[in-house]
């Protein structure tokens, strides 16, 4: 019987050690697995990405769970109510991988002006056809955020490096917030109306679910691409494969999935569009940040002391 269980496979130089110095079930398939509730009954620590579905069952049939530690920023897979009121922290990282989700979404757009994987495809296969790869500029374009918290604003300090014009949806957020980042705060319709790229940046929620529908990609620009690298679920997937096969929208680039790994389908095959597996927080930098904070919470929390990232609790803005 381990004390801290790590179902999803996480790595780095803190979980080497926590390995090293504790008692650790290291299982990366255990998420997918129906011998996890079991597993999770006798563990005092869980460390989990964002595959595990830590729900409200399984919490309250882990009565020594002390903490569980997210691997990550969203929550959106662990019942955070059940297991306050179970009386079990949750750790997660908020920040930490934020910088490495903006440069990616940049690489997505630049890869879509410049169709960069298509014209890596082609010239391995010993094509040079230059013509045929005549990209656009993202400077002077919109780009419209939805969404305008940490990452979403970090995306657009980088997009505007790039001369792009900067339009933020957010109900949450005080006006100063977009001014401060050159950005033109405007509604969800304006956006989608006047954006040559929307990016979507909003938390998975129940008021989130399904943001993006037939409406929306309707709303857009024939010449738009979406970019999505925050959660698959926020956009009904079926809507957004017709618009592309429609021409709504021109293209679109995904690092997330309705559901992961997600199936074969109408995607995988479409010109028009580039596909990466969830690694907007998959960077070297990123992963050691995340993976340390919470191996430190998880070896606090063990030895009776506070977690210094524990959800609901305000922490100093990094
Ligand atoms: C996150 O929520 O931090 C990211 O989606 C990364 C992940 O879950 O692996």
């Not at 930490?96 to 169709?115: D, P």
Request: hydrophobic residues 50%; contains cysteine.
């Amino acid at each position: 019987m381990a004390d801290i269980l790590v179902t999803e496979n996480i790595a780095g130089v803190a979980m080497t050690r926590l390995r090293e110095t504790h008692d650790v079930a290291f299982e990366p398939d255990l998420w997918s697995s129906p011998n996890l509730a079991a597993r999770l009954a006798d563990a005092r620590a869980v460390v989990v990405r964002n595959q595990t579905q830590i729900t409200r069952e399984l919490i309250e049939q882990a009565s020594r769970l002390e903490i569980i530690a997210r691997a990550g920023a969203g929550l959106d897979n662990v019942d955070t109510e059940a297991a306050a009121a179970a009386g079990i922290v949750v750790s997660y990282a908020p920040a930490e991988n934020s910088l490495s989700v903006a440069e990616l979404v940049l690489g997505l757009l630049l890869s879509l002006a410049r169709r960069i994987p298509a014209a890596w495809s082609d010239t391995r296969t010993g094509g040079w056809d230059r013509r045929t790869f005549t990209g656009v500029e993202l400077s002077g374009r919109t780009l419209g955020i939805v969404g305008f918290g940490r990452i979403g604003r970090l995306v657009a300090e980088r997009a505007r490096a790039f001369g792009m014009r900067l339009l933020a949806h957010d109900e949450f957020l005080p006006a100063e917030v977009f001014e401060d980042a050159g950005a033109e705060s405007v509604s969800l319709e304006k956006l989608l109306a006047e954006s040559d790229a929307v990016s979507v940046h909003v938390p998975l929620l129940d008021s989130t679910r399904g943001l993006f529908g037939e409406r929306q990609f309707a709303a857009m620009k024939p010449t738009a691409w979406f970019v999505n690298a925050a959660r698959g679920e926020v956009v009904d997937e079926a809507a957004l494969i017709a618009a592309l096969q429609t021409g709504e929208i021109a293209a679109a680039a995904l690092d997330v999935r309705e559901t992961e790994p997600p199936v074969r389908g109408p995607l995988d095959d479409m010109a028009n569009v580039i596909l990466t597996p969830h690694i907007g927080a998959f960077s070297e930098e990123a992963q050691e940040r995340v993976v340390d904070l919470v191996c430190r919470d998880v070896t606090a929390v063990l030895s009776g002391h506070a977690a210094t990232s524990a959800f609901g609790i305000a922490r100093p803005a990094r």
